[in-house]
């Protein structure tokens, strides 16, 4: 079955720092990879979009890459803040949305 | 005002009760998803829908059912609810007709915690 694993383990980085979050998938050829962030309490909220031909997106901070030959992407927040301490999903899609599957996140601590 | 809202917010019921969680969209988009969400889990789809007269069961339908009673709203109910689907549940939105649609980009709302005691 279709598989996606990020790291259940919460990642605790200092402030000013790159954290890096990673997404492994298994039985499943996606056409898109998506990350979300997602706050306590509230509903995830869209970060970043990269298709399967493409190596690396980058929006602001943020940096995603994608490799289908080893089925993972990482994620990558610069200069991280405080602000950025929330959980992280990874998502992936082959049909346009209706069969999106989701990672069960990780969880990201930015201490000051 | 939310592109996505979701009532309630919050809602505690007891077992066998019929709960209906209600999602409306200023977004104009076309389909709209329900989603679970318990503790250790990826988000996993309960239905989805792509248009008014277009309903699809996602991967854990058993024990809900929708309506979509408008473009811009989608209700999920459980008929007689059980202790096991407490959890938290969101409202996504896509749009399909262009742009970001083509390549799934998920609008959700805030979020129904349902308990059921």
């Known amino acids: 079955s279709q598989k996606i694993e990020q790291n259940s383990e919460a990642l605790n980085i200092q402030e000013g720092k790159t954290a890096t979050l990673t997404c492994n998938y298994t039985?499943?050829?996606?056409?898109?990879l998506q990350w979300y962030r997602q706050d306590p309490g509230r509903g995830p909220v869209f970060l970043l979009l990269?298709?399967?031909?493409?190596k690396e997106k980058r929006k602001e901070r943020l940096k995603v890459t994608f490799d289908t030959t080893l089925k993972q992407s990482l994620f990558h927040i610069t200069a991280s803040q405080p602000a950025d301490s929330a959980t992280y999903l990874c998502?992936?899609?082959?049909?346009?949305?209706?069969?999106?599957?989701f990672g069960a996140g990780t969880r990201l601590f930015v201490k000051a | 005002d939310a592109d996505v809202t979701q009532t309630p917010r919050n809602r505690i019921t007891k077992t066998g009760k019929r709960i209906m969680l209600e999602c409306s969209q200023t977004?104009?988009?076309?389909?709209m998803y329900w989603y679970r969400q318990d503790p250790g889990l990826g988000l996993q789809l309960i239905y989805y829908?792509?248009?008014?007269?277009?309903?699809n069961k996602g991967e854990i339908s058993d024990g809900y059912s929708v309506s979509r009673q408008a473009q811009a709203k989608f209700s999920l109910s459980l008929e007689s609810a059980i202790p096991n689907q407490t959890a938290l549940y969101f409202c996504?939105?896509?749009?399909?007709?262009?742009?970001?649609?083509?390549?799934?980009?998920?609008?959700f709302g805030e979020g129904s915690r349902l308990t059921v005691l």
């Open positions: 996504a939105t896509s749009d399909t007709r262009g742009g970001t649609g083509v390549t799934g980009e998920l609008f």
């Open positions: 039985n499943y050829s996606p056409a898109y």
């Open positions: 990269i298709r399967e031909n493409e």
């Open positions: 998502a992936l899609d082959r049909d346009g949305g209706f069969k999106t599957i």
């Open positions: 977004k104009g988009h076309d389909r």
């Open positions: 829908s792509f248009d008014v007269k277009d309903i």
